[in-house]
């Protein structure tokens, strides 16, 4: 059991994690009692958040929340931190390994990676066609079909298909509005009442993009999250996932039934539109 010294082993999993917190909780002062009540029932924001919301989150100072971490076992808020990410993502390894990796498979000539990359798009379609949910994938379209605006946030690689999609919407003469943080300006205050928010995010999943669906679903707007699993941080309420897993080749994931996903969406919301 860990003590208040922060000499404990820390927790190797997430489910670890739950353990010691209720072990730990009620014998710890008021203030990490907070930060213990807080990630117990947020424990999927630790991925995803940084120390400072995650305090504000629980009432405490950043200080508090660092030190809490220590309680558990852990060196730090990053250590703790990468334990979440790690548990909510396959666990790449970095690019320069991946790529080394390759040269020394031989499977690095430009024909091989093509030869490899549309079977690995082939395997990521089959899943796709084989595992989405009509009724979630209608529900979708009935929310954004309906929206005043449909407002798009996806970043880093995640960000192709928000583009995609506002350039559909556009030529579709859809109202629908890109953020992608230029300049880290934060445009939530646009959103208004009767609009949509659809989302892109992977594993280990984008702080601010997270955010922002959080935003619109504690406002009351109807949000749509193209995502890789249903139980990672947006499986909150008010936030309809719709999930699409991508195959990797040397630990490479391209985008082909995600845009193959977003491209039916598009049109699924333009013919809607158009026939009303």
Known sequence: MASESGTAEAPQSVEEFRERLQAVGPGLPRRMRDCA???ERNADRVAVSTVAQLAEGAGVAPSAMMRFCQVLGFSGFSEMQRMFR???SPGLPDYSTRLGLLREEGRDS????LAEFIESGRTSLENLAGSIEPAALEAAVRVLTGAGVIHLAGLRRAFPVAAYLAYAFEKMEIPAMLHDQTGRLDHRHAMRPGDA???ITFAPYTPETVAMAESAAAAGLPVVAITD???GPLAKPGILPLCVT???FGAFRAL???LSL???LAVAIGTRRNSA
């Not at 430009?110 to 990676?113: G, T």
């Open 37 to 39: 009540a807080y990630l």
């Open 86 to 88: 790690e548990a909510y």
């Open 110 to 113: 430009p024909s091989a990676l």
């Open 197 to 199: 928010l659809l989302v």
């Open 229 to 231: 699993t249903a139980g």
């Open 246 to 248: 991508e195959a990797d």
């Open 256 to 258: 082909s039934a995600t």
């Open 262 to 264: 977003a491209i039916a």
